[in-house]
């Protein structure tokens, strides 16, 4: 029996040929293939780190000014389409998927790592304790959430704005056109199936030792050998797999939610029962830093203090290419949740929420650290900060209940673990299918078992350090593409802004003074349902079917649909490349204000519901009370709207956004 799939044969093999060649390299050669790679590693990071610096500085600049723009109004999706998500949800899983097991690995690691570092052991404690802060904030702020913010962005415009597949390729529409549906478009997602499928891989293998060494130090395994590592790893990949194939709206969303309260418990812990003063004033100390020297970092290359650069390149230049090589992964699961918002919505949850959260989250755990390092543990926390597999066991103890606390911990690791792998799987079955909407079990499955095996083989052999090299390098190049991804971008919403700001034809304005006493009757009076239906049956019925004998007439193809609860009726014309012109007229309810009610000036319903005809259109621009208008004021109404929509799709460079085929064509 042939199984079905929704693999498309020309992601899916290259992409598994290069996956499973390097890391079968890395298993096998792991010290050979790690020196070839960390040359080319560090030859990128020391001769190239320019690109890093300029392309990171675009990001947060475009994504800061789009914020001030017109164009933050527009919706990811059209114009009456609302979040799937709630608000709560939508920012835990984003920030699940962004930082994930990186907040626990590093939050007391990062700021010790700097603290202690020869390049700054010239400075006084205290100075060293603020640019250690200064630093980790730098790494895990705006910056790092402006690099997926603009992955996220561009595909989520492009696939509910632009109705194109939830696909890398297609953020290249602007510029590719067509050409993205054939060997370049694969070309984008094969490089963006690696990329993630890497940088997943990489992570979990660090999570995994990072979970080993707290299960090992509170006797839950007795030591931190491959066996139990792989334990670990055949377990949580398999509660991760059930997640993903249960699909975002449960395992995925479920398992966010739980763990950002887990997280927000163990943050108020170690800050009330830490040095609770002394943190309240470090990191508001620190978030001041942060905004007065926030473009000296920006621009900052430490050309002329040669004695720092190559901690710049282990850290900032690296944190750069590590943040562009996950965006792939992260971008593509911020867009499949993002449906529905504004940009800028998207733009300030994206850049803000979980920037300002790091900030606190890294302030109370890593001045925790130090201020333990300086005042109770004599140095024993500096002597551990090489060691971040063990670093944040070791701190809890130095809190109470550390063993509530540290159980705490190990379970956030495990649900980030998951939440990383779920989310891993679901991404790389979407680029492997092309954005399939639905594939079945045993791909999911698949996923899971490949993510697992090479993970395992890697851990065994040593190989993951060599696989983290691969996965730097792959940001170089897919930094320049962000760039194309940018300047697609803006090319899109030029055309979107002249699509819906195209003004009308001078023509004549349908109310012409005429019948004026009557108008004077129902601009004073409310109708009810009963009326307004009245009239869509008697005034734009006959003036729709008028209309589409006269369409007819002269060649065009129109046809009228009605529809009920609510009542509708609208006049279609059907195009086989363009999509179809509709004007329609609904029955529509308000609510009038308890002040109106009691007014009497106005003429009113008995209750508080007032009925009215709306006109709609086919590109959900918002429409206007009708009631007003004559049979034949209504006809040169749609007219007018007629020849705004042929004056938009004869126009060449609106053929993105008015292509009714252009899913089909990309499938």
């Avoid at 170089?476 to 962000?482: D, K, N, Q």
């Avoid at 590109?619 to 209504?634: I, K, P, S």
Wanted: charged share 15%; with cysteine; aromatic share 16%.
């Amino acid at each position: 029996m042939k199984l079905k799939s929704t693999l498309s044969k020309g992601i899916f093999i290259p992409s598994m040929i290069f996956i499973i060649g390097i890391c079968v390299l890395s298993a096998i050669f792991p010290e050979a293939t790690n020196s070839i790679l960390d040359f080319v590693k560090n030859y990128i990071f020391t001769n190239l780190y320019f690109i890093f610096v300029w392309s990171v500085t675009v990001f947060v600049l475009f994504l800061i000014i789009l914020l001030f723009t017109k164009h933050g109004n527009i919706r990811l999706g059209k114009n009456n389409s609302k979040p799937e998500y709630s608000f709560f949800s939508w920012i835990s899983m984003l920030f699940a998927a962004g930082m994930g097991i990186g907040l626990m690995y590093f939050s007391v690691a990062e700021p010790m790592q700097h603290y202690t570092h020869t390049a700054f052991s010239e400075n006084s404690p205290v100075q060293r304790a603020n640019d250690a802060q200064l630093f980790t904030f730098f790494h895990w702020g705006v910056h790092a959430w402006a690099i997926y913010g603009v992955v996220g962005l561009s595909l989520s415009y492009f696939a509910y704005r632009y109705r194109l597949p939830l696909s890398l390729r297609s953020c290249f529409y602007p510029l590719l056109k067509d050409r993205i549906k054939g060997k370049w478009g694969n070309i984008i997602d094969i490089f963006a199936l690696c990329s993630t499928f890497f940088g997943i891989t990489t992570t979990l293998g660090f999570g995994v030792l990072q979970l080993n060494s707290g299960l090992e130090k509170f006797n839950i395994v007795p030591d931190t050998s491959f066996l139990y590592q792989a334990l670990i790893v055949i377990v949580l990949v398999s509660i991760s797999v059930f997640s993903a194939v249960s699909g975002v709206d449960k395992g995925v969303k479920v398992l966010s939610r739980i763990n950002i309260l887990s997280v927000v418990v163990l943050l108020l812990f170690v800050l009330f029962l830490g040095p609770t003063v002394y943190l309240i004033g470090t990191f508001t100390e620190g978030l001041g830093s942060y905004v007065s020297s926030f473009f000296d970092l920006t621009f900052s290359t430490y050309a002329n203090e040669e004695a720092k650069q190559p901690w710049f390149f282990d850290w900032t230049i690296l944190y750069w290419a590590w943040w562009i090589s996950w965006s792939p992964y992260v971008g593509i699961f911020i867009a499949r949740i993002s449906k529905g918002r504004t940009i800028r919505e998207f733009v300030s949850a994206v850049l803000i929420i979980p920037t300002l959260f790091n900030f606190i989250w890294m302030s109370v755990f890593g001045n925790s650290a130090v201020w333990f390092d300086q005042n109770i543990a004599d140095g024993a926390l500096s002597l551990l900060a090489d060691n971040p597999d063990a670093l944040m066991f070791s701190f809890l103890e130095y809190l109470p209940f550390t063993e509530i606390t540290s159980f705490l911990t190990l379970a956030i690791i495990i649900i980030f673990f998951v939440t990383s792998a779920d989310s891993g799987i679901f991404v790389m079955n979407g680029i492997a299918t092309r954005n399939a909407p639905k594939s079945p079990k045993w791909q999911i499955v698949t996923w899971g078992v490949l993510l697992a095996s090479l993970a395992l083989m890697l851990l065994r052999a040593g190989g993951l350090e060599a696989l983290q090299s691969m996965t730097l390098i792959t940001a170089l190049p897919f930094a320049i593409i962000m760039l194309l991804f940018i300047i697609s971008f803006v090319k899109a919403l030029i055309i979107d802004q002249n699509y819906y700001e195209r003004d009308y034809s001078i023509s004549t304005v349908p109310w012409s003074g005429q019948s004026w006493k009557s108008r004077l009757g129902q601009i004073i009076s409310f109708s009810d349902k009963k009326t307004t239906d009245e009239y869509i049956d008697k005034t734009v019925k006959p003036a729709f079917e008028n209309l589409q004998k006269e369409f007819l007439k002269n060649g065009v193809n129109a046809k009228l649909n009605s529809f009920k609860d609510p009542n509708k009726i609208e006049i279609e014309v059907e195009y086989d490349l363009v999509n179809n012109f509709i004007y329609g007229v609904r029955n529509e309810s308000k609510l009038v204000s308890d002040s109106l009610m009691n007014e009497q000036n106005i003429n009113v319903v008995e209750n508080n519901h007032v009925f009215f005809p709306k006109s709609y259109f086919g590109d959900e621009r918002e429409g206007y009370d009708v009631q007003l208008f004559t049979e034949n004021e209504l006809i040169s109404d749609v007219l007018k709207h007629y020849e705004r929509f042929l004056g938009i799709v004869s126009d060449e460079k609106n053929q993105l956004f008015t292509s009714r085929n252009i899913n089909k064509r990309m499938t």
